[in-house]
């Protein structure tokens, strides 16, 4: 099951997002404000170590060195009808929300707007200040943290060079439906059609910037964007549940020569290993989504270091 507002009153069911022809639609992002002036201790993360949406934003977080000034809190791995939840309790999932003591994320979507419409969804930018959401769309987040935030923090790399920012727009606008959004294609198609039409989709990104990824280190040439960030997220998951729980098992990415090499390079960034929770993804995926796994079993490993050949 999984839930929604609909006009601030929440109602859960099966099966929420798809076309007539049973293909799968990601809902618009609700809250869209951009932080051009921030301001240090004045915003706060809210994240889930299993989305690879929620990903991207605590990785950049990192690699812009904003993590003094900016807090994050991560929910429960374990989503159930009522949407995301706190539970400071759990020794092998700490999350608790440090700002209102919530129970579920839900919550503060409705302190943000006590009519809102759709998921309750995570990354979710707090402004501490207004008591409200800045912004829950991680493209926006990340291009927030690696331009206006950036004179806050401490940064180790440019994400988002002004040279480079129509090309890496370009890129990230590119596996955006195919591979990011694909894999959920695939996952909650409703439809055998619609199945097929996600995997053949993904699979021709795949191939293509796998043959970009044996000539060159990264999406944008030389050095780490954005854009790689977008693609690593979704990549580092892809063979230990897309695979099997959303049935893209055509390939695994250690098959492909490329994206192999770039998720192995990517990992190595300093800091990028201490983002990935594994435990957290595997629960999230195989336990909370019971259309798919009815008994909820979640498969053990993999070992990470071990996958790629670091250890």
């Known amino acids: 099951m999984s839930g929604r507002f609909v006009d601030g009153k929440w109602l859960s069911k099966e099966h929420w997002e798809a076309d007539q022809g049973g293909a799968f639609k990601r809902q618009e992002s609700r809250f869209r404000a951009w932080v051009s002036e921030p301001e240090a201790h004045r915003y706060h993360l ?18 812009m060195g904003l993590e003094a000034v900016v807090g994050c809190s991560t929910v429960h791995p374990l989503m159930g009808g009522d949407g995301w939840h706190f539970d400071g309790s759990d020794p092998h999932f700490p999350s608790a929300d440090p700002l209102y003591a919530s129970g579920h994320l839900k919550e503060l979507y409705l302190r943000s707007d006590d009519r809102v419409n759709g998921r309750v969804t995570v990354p979710v930018l707090w ?26 923090g401490r940064p180790l790399l440019d994400l988002y060079p002004e040279a480079l920012r129509s090309e890496i727009d370009l890129v990230m606008d590119g596996i955006y439906q195919p591979i990011n959004n694909g894999v959920y294609r695939c996952g909650f198609a409703q439809t055998f059609e619609a199945y097929t039409d996600a995997l053949e989709s993904l699979f021709s990104a795949l191939d293509h910037w796998d043959r970009i990824l044996k000539q060159q280190p990264f999406l944008c040439g030389s050095t780490p964007t954005l854009a790689d ?27 492909f020569e490329g994206l192999w090499g770039f998720v192995k390079r990517f990992y190595r960034l300093p800091g990028i290993a201490e983002t990935l929770h594994m435990d957290h993804i595997k629960t999230h995926y195989f336990a909370s989504h019971r259309q798919l796994n009815p008994r909820g079993f979640v498969p053990p490993g993999p070992d990470v270091e071990a996958m790629l050949g670091l250890q």
């Open 229 to 255: 960030v977008a693609l690593f997220t979704t990549l580092i998951r892809f063979d230990a549940v897309y695979y099997v729980h959303f049935k893209t098992s055509k390939r695994h990415i250690y098959e």
């Open 46 to 63: 809210y994240i889930s170590h299993a989305c690879p949406w929620a990903h991207r934003t605590l990785i950049v977080r990192r690699l």
């Open 127 to 152: 402004d501490r200040k207004k008591e409200c959401i800045a912004n829950n769309e991680s493209s926006d987040i990340i291009r927030m943290f690696s331009t206006d935030f950036r004179s806050l």
